[in-house]
């Protein structure tokens, strides 16, 4: 992890390899994906304060890309093999592990918005590899189930990480949508299903997520040749929407020194 005011560096995981990180937004710790033994990754919870490393899955294949729920209660994540996974929901102490979806194809990236509402992820059909596209349902915590299930994109692309704006009504996401070998970050509202595109970058922009203010958005570009983590600052006066729905031409945002212009 990295302090963003002295910006040091501190190695956090041990093991064969780790990823997909993400910060418990209530106790001081943290969750990963890692990998203990050829093709089988398990979520790991990683308590700082008592300094120890628990496992919360224990299942073979592949465990990976959890994510909490705003209060700490939940974590979501991706289970199962290579051609085929489901999203998963447990309890924050790998309790209750609950199937969420029951698609043929690939499903990954979860992601409930802050309200606790509503869950995003991106799925693939069966048998294809090169074509993602995102999805929304409601969550109801008492089963635990989803309910209402809606696909916000249908293009011949890969849209990936989809994240929350900390507001509840927009997610930004991951996109190849323009050209095959370069992604960009777009944001979607979901009520008047807008589309904008918020970085013009040549490489691929990956995994965003917001600061818990909104005012800042974070991701990874590959603009320079190599993988950077870039901070930019965050406002929607600096984004006006005229698309009334996908698929209609796009505003272009350019964040300052994502490209060095």
């Not at 890309?65 to 996974?85: C, H, L, T, V």
């Not at 490489?203 to 800042?216: E, I, K, Q, T, V």
């Not at 209609?248 to 490209?259: A, M, Q, S």
Request: proline letters at 6%; aromatic letters at 12%; a negative charge.
């Amino acid at each position: 992890w990295i302090d963003l005011l002295s910006f040091e560096i501190e190695k956090l995981s041990s093991g064969l390899a780790a990823q997909d990180p993400y910060f418990d937004p209530v106790s001081p710790a943290w969750v990963y994906s890692g990998l203990v033994e050829k093709d089988n990754y398990e979520i790991f919870k990683f308590d700082l304060k008592l300094g120890l490393r628990f496992r919360l899955t224990h299942s073979p294949g592949y465990d990976g890309q959890p994510s909490f729920s705003q209060d700490g209660r939940w974590i979501f994540y991706a289970s199962g093999k290579q051609e085929n996974s489901e999203i998963y929901v447990m309890r924050s102490d790998g309790s209750l592990a609950t199937q969420l979806t029951f698609r043929k194809g690939r499903e990954g990236a979860p992601s409930l918005s802050p309200d606790g509402s509503r869950l995003v992820w991106w799925g693939s059909p069966e048998n294809r590899q090169d074509l993602a596209d995102l999805y929304l349902a409601d969550f109801d915590p008492r089963q635990p189930k989803l309910e209402n299930v809606t696909q916000l994109t249908e293009t011949s692309s890969m849209n990936l990480s989809p994240v929350w704006h900390p507001e509840s009504k927009h997610v930004v996401f991951a996109s190849n949508r323009e050209a095959q070998d370069n992604f960009e970050l777009y944001i979607l509202n979901l009520e008047s299903r807008c589309l904008q595109r918020i970085t013009d970058s040549q490489g691929d922009d990956l995994m965003p997520h917001f600061s818990p203010d909104a005012r800042y958005l974070t991701w990874s570009s590959t603009f320079e040749g190599r993988s950077h983590i870039f901070m930019a600052p965050f406002s929607f006066s600096n984004a006006p929407c005229n698309a009334s729905q996908i698929g209609t031409e796009l505003n272009k945002i350019r964040f300052k020194g994502v490209d060095g212009r």
